[in-house]
């Protein structure tokens, strides 16, 4: 097998026709890998994308998967990469961005809103909104993929990186909508609020929207326990979210974001300590059988 890449979270293997996605234990925050190693991860993501991608078939929502085995192996159908800008008559390539669906305030849309680079009544807000206040309408965002840090984007950006027209957007929105209308039911019969999520598509040889990579899980999705939630506002919880906070909470977020918009040398990021690296363990497993309803 030919290793072409090697990301945060997997390596990626040339089959000639098709790709392996091999999914590790490794994890990153803020665009930096963590130099930890999380028992179990690479697993969970593999199984919880993989019965996203089963959810997505039965929807007849087109998507890349071929075969799960291995517990953390992926075979997929093969999309030609474009890093830089694709053309709006190309076909049956990765589209080189990532696509955001929010459904409450929280992440870095909060840290727009509070530095006022995001305004709220344009959000339909006429009060400026707490963390985890429900969006008055789902909010539709576009970042970049292939920089060195993600890139929020407005459309005409979006669409020349993308190489994507009107239409190709609204389809791709679409698809989302969909998709996370299963997400959002499945995750409330379980005891749970999808708050927000990433997912990536390709455009194949009609160009038609294609799912790809990996969604639905704790490092694209952002989780919260349902009860806590309704019964006094409180966010417990459920998603990759819990290590950003850790790393909140120890300053290096502000740190790091300080260097970069003063373009100095980014701080190396600390390990996570044994007791947040079991929590951390613990959660990926957890979150597994709460999102799908299976036994880990």
Do not use: C
Request: no cysteine; hydrophobic share 30%.
């Amino acid at each position: 097998m030919n290793l072409i890449r090697k990301g945060k979270v997997k390596e990626v293997y040339d089959l000639g026709e098709n790709l392996l996605f091999i999914f590790t234990d490794q994890i990153s925050v803020f665009d930096k890998v963590i130099p930890s190693l999380v028992p179990d991860k690479g697993e969970s993501l593999a199984r919880t994308s993989t019965y996203w991608f089963e959810q997505a078939s039965r929807l007849q929502i087109p998507n890349h998967l071929l075969e799960f085995r291995n517990k953390r192996e992926m075979v997929v159908k093969k999309f030609e990469i474009i890093e830089g800008r694709a053309s709006s008559d190309k076909r049956n390539y990765l589209v080189p961005l990532e696509f955001i669906m929010r459904y409450y305030v929280a992440g870095s849309l909060l840290d727009r809103i509070e530095k006022g680079k995001t305004k709220y009544q344009d959000l339909g807000f006429k009060n400026p909104p707490k963390h985890g206040d429900r969006l008055p309408e789902p909010l539709f965002e576009m970042t970049t993929k292939f920089e060195k840090t993600d890139r929020l984007l407005d459309i005409s950006e979006a669409k020349t990186i993308g190489g994507l027209e009107d239409e190709d957007v609204i389809s791709i929105k679409e698809t989302i909508l969909k998709m996370d209308g299963e997400i959002n039911s499945q995750a409330l019969s379980r005891g749970l609020i999808h708050a927000d999520g990433k997912k990536e598509f390709a455009l194949d040889t009609d160009r038609k929207p294609v799912l790809v990579d990996t969604f639905g899980t704790a490092d694209e999705d952002r989780f919260w326990e349902k009860e806590e939630h309704e019964r006094s506002g409180t966010l417990v919880e459920r998603s990759k979210e819990f290590v950003r906070q850790y790393y909140r909470g120890i300053g290096y977020h502000q740190r790091l974001y300080d260097a970069r918009n003063n373009n100095e040398e980014e701080p190396p990021i600390p390990p996570l300590p044994e007791k947040v690296l079991s929590e951390t363990s613990k959660l990926y497993r957890d979150l597994y059988q709460r999102i799908t309803g299976q036994n880990w």
